[in-house]
């Protein structure tokens, strides 16, 4: 299954302001069952871009902005391939089939 996802967001201001780092976390983790097949990100031109993993594996794209400007703006758009799975076929604990739940 293919699914496709955008993500558009702007801020505008009456004068031009200064950014401080800005880090996004827009972006789904790939593992076995979710491929990535096509991925455009975007922000202010002459933005420096850095990505990177945080603590949690996660991606992390860190945007820095060198001028001031009256907008700052974001954009994603990805195609991600998606296999079916099903959703209760995992390992359960022995200690968990014992656990007094009600």
């Not at 496709?4 to 505008?12: I, K, M, Q, S």
């Not at 996004?24 to 871009?49: M, Q, S």
């Not at 799975?85 to 014992?98: G, M």
Request: aromatic share 12%.
């Amino acid at each position: 299954m293919k699914l496709g996802v955008r993500y558009e967001t702007a801020y505008r201001y009456a004068a031009p302001v200064r950014f401080s780092r800005h880090e996004l976390r827009l972006f789904p983790r790939g593992d076995v069952f979710t491929r990535i097949l096509r991925l455009r990100f975007e922000t202010n031109a002459r933005a420096h871009i850095r990505f990177g993993r945080d603590l949690f594996d996660n991606c992390v794209a860190s945007c820095s902005f060198p001028e001031p400007a009256s907008e700052i703006r974001f954009e994603l758009e990805l195609d991600l391939g998606l296999q079916k799975r099903h959703p209760f076929d995992f390992i359960l604990a022995p200690a968990a089939e014992t656990l007094p739940l009600q």
